[in-house]
């Protein structure tokens, strides 16, 4: 078949090289984009003169056409034809004859494919930071309704202080929230239209951006045409917020593994997001929560893949760059997937008031709150360390819980010890002292939640707002 640049050539393709170089295998998948971004190319052809208005309204015909024969799954992709570019505008000069070749005048492929990549990403970010609040909002419902359960917190995985496992849920609600922030700015990066820049070096012809930019939505322009063509920053920084949002997923997952374990049963997962082993009857395991700690490496290899990509590339459009897709797109689909499959699993957490109960009672970690006591009774926080210290030890030793320590035994540590002092072994009491902005009591979890039911709201919808 005769390419579309194939005026200088006196030999065919290399059958192997055009499947090398081919990238339709991927990029059919900004198939709507390009369309679009040709319709809106098309009109402004009008618009300035450069092509007649009848012309034009050919043009879009047939791509409005191929658009439809493309979402019916009639469309014909051929290797040959290399990428989703050549596509469309081969099948539009088959469709309407010669007036399909001035579709490309004042464009180049370098503009069109960023055009097309920077329309995909803005859609793609909306899509995200909405599967994000959706995941915010059902961390949100499961921490109201267990707002006032304890469990340890933990440093070194080791037990530490008792906390509000409303408060721990509502940690990782912080960290989506940042995440959806950074998507959110990101959107600005990629809200930059590039068409106009045609190869590299912008057009001779009379063409309207700013006419391009209204139609298909752009805030902005690229100020230069060599940049516009040549950068990826904003799939690189979709990238990294992927990565960044995948790393805290897995922080979650790898949570809420331990706390299903039988060494912990914090909670219960529902049955639904669980599957069993081919062997072990009894077997009740995590999957979802694994798979998506697990998916984490391939999105942080795709930010590597195409950082090393870019690295060193000479200016401006290098073949280098269809390599772009594959993991942007592998990306899109696991972090969506991700969010979407965690939402319902996390809001069908069952919690398991028994055992974290349990599990706080037996632990030592009212440790500190007795160090503070001794501290608010004059005693230097140093001190009272080592003394509480050593009150562990003895307990310790003697195969005691801190619970079961009385008044008398207390006393013998220090004279600082007295009536109160027993009240700071209930878990309650700690928790519901450490009452500061941020802290882990129950009115501060309680209005921190007001305020987070704003910024999910806020989170949802974007595309309406
Ligand atoms: N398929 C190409 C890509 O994804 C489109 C741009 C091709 N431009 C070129 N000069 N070969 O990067």
Redesign the pocket.
């Known amino acids: 078949m005769m390419k579309l640049w194939g005026g200088r050539f006196r030999k065919d393709t290399n059958k192997m090289v055009e499947d090398f170089t081919a ?1 339709i295998y991927f ?1 059919c998948r900004l198939a709507e984009e390009d369309i679009t971004g040709s319709i809106a190319h098309a009109q402004m052809l009008a618009k300035t003169g450069i092509i007649t208005r009848e012309e034009s309204a050919e043009i879009i015909r047939g791509l409005q056409e191929i658009r439809r024969e493309i979402r019916e799954g009639v469309f014909e992709y051929r290797v040959e034809l ?2 989703i ?1 050549m596509h469309i505008e081969k099948r539009l000069i088959e469709k309407i004859g010669a007036t399909g070749g001035k579709l490309h005048t004042a464009r180049s ?2 503009d069109q ?1 960023a055009l097309d990549m920077h329309m995909y990403v803005k859609k793609e970010i909306i899509e995200t930071v909405d599967l994000i609040a959706r995941l915010q909002g059902a961390l949100i419902a499961l921490a109201e309704k267990n707002l006032e359960v304890i469990i340890p917190g933990y440093t070194h995985l080791q037990r530490a202080q008792p906390v509000l496992i409303s408060h721990h849920l509502m940690a990782y609600f912080c960290m989506l929230e940042r995440d959806a922030q950074r998507f959110r700015e990101n959107y600005k990066r990629a809200d930059i239209m590039p068409l106009g820049a045609g190869a590299l070096a912008g057009t001779s012809f009379p063409i309207d951006r700013e006419y391009v930019a209204e139609l298909l939505g752009f805030e902005n322009i690229y100020d230069n045409s060599m940049d516009a063509v040549s950068d990826r920053d904003y799939l690189l920084e979709f990238l990294s917020n992927a990565s960044l949002l995948m790393m805290h997923l897995s922080r979650f997952c790898e949570d809420l593994i331990l706390w299903s374990s039988s060494e912990f049963q914090f909670i219960e997962m529902d049955d639904a997001f669980c599957t069993g082993s081919s062997i072990m009857p009894q077997k009740k395991n995590p999957d979802v929560a694994e798979l998506v700690r697990g998916k984490t490496g391939r999105v942080y290899g795709s930010l590597l893949a195409l950082l090393t990509i870019m690295k060193s590339l000479p200016l401006t ?1 290098n ?1 280098d ?2 390599e772009d ?1 594959e993991g942007l797109f592998d990306t899109v689909d696991t972090i969506q997937c991700c969010l979407e499959v965690m939402a319902p699993m996390v809001e069908s957490i069952q919690v398991n008031g028994e055992k974290t109960r349990k599990a706080v009672e037996e632990d030592y970690s009212a440790a500190t709150d007795l160090a503070d006591y001794l501290v608010k009774k004059g005693m230097p926080f140093r001190e009272a360390h080592e003394v509480i210290g050593k009150l562990v030890a003895y307990c310790l030793e003697q195969g005691k819980l801190l619970k079961e320590v009385s008044q008398k035994e207390l006393k013998s540590f220090s004279e600082f010890f007295d009536e109160g002092a027993l009240l700071w072994l209930n878990p309650e009491k700690g928790v519901d002292s450490r009452n500061i902005r941020g802290g882990t009591s129950s009115e501060q979890v309680r209005r921190f939640l007001q305020k987070a039911k704003s910024q999910q709201r806020e989170n949802t919808g974007l595309l309406t707002k």
């Open positions: 990238s990029d290399e990428d570019h492929r370098n494919v459009y073949k760059m269809q897709k």
